[in-house]
């Protein structure tokens, strides 16, 4: 099972990058995936999450902004953000602990495979 991030780069504030999630080794759609962020300094949070039937959960803070979706045919979920803030700047991993159902709250340390982060800076 393998999780590849990419897509990630720099972007000025209020632009918009598509990231992806390849999955190898797994059938992703049977699955949810979680997308989630790293700033410097700061603790690894929850982005938002697909299901294994398609529905979508968002944090807060990106709540509008940002956009789950999946290719099934490709094997890859996607994360459209758009209206991007300094405060997005993180490195973006995606991971899943190959359930179906995704909740947000979900501790870190239960997430089985993750993806090797790549990384957008929103510049101001």
């Known amino acids: 099972v393998q999780l590849q991030a990419s897509g990630g780069g720099l972007v000025q504030f209020g632009g918009s990058l598509r990231l992806s999630c390849a999955a190898s080794?797994?059938?992703?759609?049977?699955?949810?995936i979680g997308w989630f962020r790293q700033a410097p300094g700061k603790e690894r949070e929850a982005v938002g999450c697909?299901?294994?039937?398609?529905?979508?959960k968002y944090a807060a803070s990106v709540k509008g902004r940002f956009t789950i979706s999946r290719d099934n045919a490709e094997n890859t979920v996607y994360l459209q953000m758009n209206r991007l803030k300094p405060e997005d700047t993180a490195v973006y991993y995606c991971?899943?602990?190959?359930?179906?159902?995704?909740?947000?709250?979900?501790?870190?340390?239960?997430?089985?495979?993750w993806g090797q982060g790549t990384l957008v800076t929103v510049s101001s």
């Open positions: 080794g797994f059938t992703s759609e049977d699955y949810a």
């Open positions: 697909i299901e294994s039937d398609g529905s979508t």
């Open positions: 991971a899943t602990d190959q359930l179906t159902l995704c909740f947000l709250e979900r501790p870190l340390y239960e997430y089985d495979y």
